[in-house]
């Protein structure tokens, strides 16, 4: 399997403790104004993308759709995971340029 550089540098971000995951720590990172990106699978419910796409546009946080909740669960060493908030500007600076090449 090839490696995915955009989920292991959100396990490199977790592993830093620079991650916000799961739906109520996520919302209340970008509330709070310490998400700089926030990274979404792809397979989440369209109420959740919603909820997420119009909050982080009030708030000027990125928003990338990417993977399924199972890799995005399992890069960040858990179960399923819907959403997940980088806190740390250089992590999502690197994940904001794998995801838009």
């Known amino acids: 399997m090839k ?3 955009v989920l292991a540098m ?3 971000a977790n592993r830093a403790g620079r991650i916000e995951c799961g739906g109520f720590c996520t919302e209340r ?3 709070g104004g310490r998400a700089a990106c ?3 699978a792809g397979d989440s419910s369209e109420n959740t993308k919603n909820a997420f ?3 982080c546009a009030y708030y000027g ?3 990338y759709f990417y993977s399924s909740k199972a ?3 399992h890069a960040l060493g858990r179960e399923s995971r819907a959403c997940a908030a980088v806190t740390d500007a250089g992590l999502a600076e690197q994940i904001r ?3 838009e090449v």
């Open 71 to 73: 890799e995005l669960g």
């Open 53 to 55: 796409r119009n909050m």
């Open 29 to 31: 990172a970008v509330k």
């Open 10 to 12: 959100l396990g490199l």
């Open 97 to 99: 340029i794998r995801l």
């Open 38 to 40: 926030v990274v979404m």
């Open 61 to 63: 946080v990125p928003l």
């Open 3 to 5: 490696p995915d550089k």
